[in-house]
């Protein structure tokens, strides 16, 4: 399993469209992903729903994880777009 | 599951998604839909599903019933107005009714900001043949919109 810790930079949060932009990386890389947010609650990252849910903000610390062959890749691609707002 | 209807949570112009000036609706990233370009007057905006007000914004909000989630989001970038256009009436987890009020919301103030007004009403995680029977021209608040044919998951 691989996985990442990193700051949500975008300046409101995962909302709407941001949400939207990253869910649809998750989807494209077509690997199960899970976010997880510093007190535990978790989120399938393919979900736009579960992840607006989740309610991160901008300077949270998440974690990212995912499955399978290319996961560490993948993650690094979706922590950049975490990261990069 | 049987279809759900999805009501208008304000009066205006219907308008394709496409036509929405944030290219993350306009691509339906975010998921498939309709916009409403409001009717310029003070409104009551209203819930467009049974569920429960999973989350409340000034500028959006999302109304959920299992797996069912519609996104209203009032104007584009109109999280910088810090809810100066709105006054919520609901709370937040709150189950409400299909038509219900949510907030009042003003359409002129967001125009005046020099922000687009128009508002996205779309079907959270649904394929884009999951919405069906979409509603054209003029639309009054609380009459159907479209129909959510499936709840389709993962």
Redesign the interface.
Known sequence: MAERRVVVASA?GL???PA??F??AVTKIGLPVTLTRRDGRTA?A????AV??L?VKCGDEVLLCAHGDDAEAALDRLAELLTHG | MSPVVVTAPLTGLIVPLSEVP?P??AQR???PGLAISPTPQRQTILSPIDGRL??L?PH?F?V?EG?T?V?V?LGIDT?LLDGAASSLIAVEKQIVRAGEPIMFWDPILVEAAGLSAICPVVA??APADAVADLAHGEVVAGAELFTWRERI??
């Open positions: 409101v909302h709407a469209r939207a932009l869910v649809t399938d393919r979900s736009i729903l607006v849910t309610d | 944030d993350v609706f990233l975010v998921g999973l989350k914004k959006a999302i959920a797996r989630a996104l989001h999280v959270l995680d998951y993962g």
